[in-house]
């Protein structure tokens, strides 16, 4: 069984920057497409960051248009978990933040129906 646990979230000021953790269980982080996205009450769940499985032609990494340039995703093999780091936080990056696995990782991993596993969600809240 596939577990995703997020940690990291809080309380932060504008500017200031949050990483988000993913750890992985009952599976291997390197051979799923991993995908972070978000959620604020009354909007649809929407995309954040993707990293693709180690494939033959290596590793590709996709981002949102509003955070490319500030947050960006990782993965450490070793430790089995997926990072989001969060530079330059905006009041309106405020949401419930969720991991996400794709086993099978065939796509950029930029749409929720993509993904097999989920985890619970980390709440960022930014204020101004």
């Known amino acids: 069984q596939v577990q995703l646990v997020e940690s990291g979230g809080g309380l932060v000021q504008a500017g200031d920057s949050l990483r988000l953790s993913c750890a992985v269980s009952?599976?291997?982080?390197?051979?799923?497409?991993m995908g972070w996205f978000r959620q604020v009450p009354g909007k649809e769940r929407e995309f954040v960051g993707s990293i693709t499985a180690i494939r033959w032609n290596g590793v590709r990494t996709y981002s949102a248009d509003s955070v490319k340039g500030r947050f960006t995703i990782s993965r450490d093999n070793v430790k089995n978990t997926v990072y989001l780091q969060m530079n330059s936080l905006k009041p309106e990056n405020t949401a419930v933040y969720y991991c996400a696995a794709d086993a099978s990782s065939s796509a950029s991993g930029t749409t929720q129906a993509e993904y097999d596993y989920w985890g619970q969600g980390t709440q960022v809240t930014v204020s101004s």
């Open positions: 009952g599976g291997t982080v390197s051979r799923f497409g």
